[in-house]
């Protein structure tokens, strides 16, 4: 009996309070429609909008009285009364809006935003000066655009620490991108500003290399040479490592990163060396090849084909079986690597034929949608 | 009077970021309206713009306007931390598209018409499998190399 009581109490309450609700929406609705007549903001059509929503919520309140629920009406009444603060927000004066979005400086948000902005300088600048971009910095452009895709993907996710590494190995890519541009334009598209807050000391030494890349570039050009035998080796040497040493900041492995970089440097040095040496020919011996053991780091190679290959598919939600597979097969190569150099040929087999079965499972799965371990392999 | 301007008129307060605090609903309104107005300038600008619609503006422009709608409905329900990311994720889409229609705007006027694409190909698109697979059977010549050289040391032995 008095459950009874107190239920029939609540609902007479509830039912109350939403009457009266609906009167205040009712009175904000009709404020809100005289301040759009007589306001001269130009996002009065929003504020209309907003109304117009306030004024469906309003409507929904009123059925849901009549049918007795008045708990879904109060529920209806607030959402109409939100709408109204939008269609007021929409209103207010022009000085009083802020006209950016502003973000904590150290956040992924504002590394996606320098990234946008970055990508949108490099835009700019090859349209002001219609310069001709080859096809590789076109394609490099258009992995960079994903990466920022991603990025903001990762946000909605939640995962905000990948969000800003991917950010901000994509701004590392804009400033390699930008340096390719400036040799060929003659004209600064650079901004370092846009750097400056993934300066960490991963990050500056990937910068670093890709400055001394430049310059070893401008170099060639002040010698009036092309690059070709040996220095096109080191250069197209570096150029791979920089990428690998992209890649590895966006798995967050900054020892790779120290070694990538102190062999890029190595490949650079030899370049440098071997372009003096083509300038001065008499100058002394052509310098030898004995610095640079990173030139044949396959397995480098290899895991930077692989997590490429990675990336490309997490964006396709059906291939997460493929990624999986994929984990672990540049593991088994290095692995397979390193006892075929001490001489473990057995097991390095046993590894090497384990990433092969991973590989070919893989590419079934891609391709057929269903796979088995092949005894041929 | 219900609305006084003065409630309104604050300026978009705190910066945040998806790690700060659960937003509150206000602050949440007030990015939402300014990723709204923001995105309604750029639609407009694009819509009478009289040169080619480049795709990814447009799309930026839709990706936008989907989030606010979904930030509409978690505002509705009061999920203001959830209505926040998806106002940030419109507001990251947004500022693409503008930075990308500006430069696009500055070759109209300036250049001779040929833009830069930043998207890919459809044909790239349409392909991507294809893609995936030819690299998945550059990755297998690899091993088969790796597996030859250790077979041909073994047999030096």
Known sequence: MLD????????????????QLMSVVLEAMTEARQKVRASDSPFKSLARKCIDKAEDSYQEAIYHLKDGEPQLCFQHCKQGLKFLSMAMLHLSEAKERPEQMEFDEHSAEQSIIDLSQSIARFKTSVEYTNAEVPTDLKEKLIVVVRLYFESIDMVKDGETDSAARNAQAGLLSMHWLGRELEDKIQTSVVEQAALERCRGSAADRIVELIDRFSETQKLLLEASLTAQGRIKLYMDAARRTIDRCISSYMDNDPDDVGRLTKAGSMELRMAKRLIEYAKYPGSGPEPEDDEVDALEDVAQDFKAKVGRLQRLLKGMDEEAGVVRRLSVVSSYYSRAQNLLANGDYVEAERYARSAHLDIDFARQLLLDKQATYSDLI | MMFSDSYYAG???????????????????????????????LKLDFDTCGFRRNRVVDDGITRGLQEIEEAVEHLSNEEFQEADVACRVAWLHAHFARGIFDAETTEHYLGEGVFLELGDDEAIIKDWRKFA???????????????????DESKKR
């Open chain 2, 133 to 151: 697979a030819e690299e998945l059977a550059d990755l297998q010549e690899d091993l088969v190399k790796l597996r030859k050289e250790i077979n």
């Open chain 1, 4 to 19: 009874d009581l107190n239920k029939y109490w609540s609902k007479w309450l509830t039912g109350k309070r939403s009457s």
């Open chain 2, 11 to 41: 300026k978009m307060p705190n910066k945040s970021n998806s790690k700060g605090k659960i937003p509150t609903e206000l602050k949440v309104m007030e990015k939402l309206t300014l990723v709204e107005q923001f995105l309604a300038k």
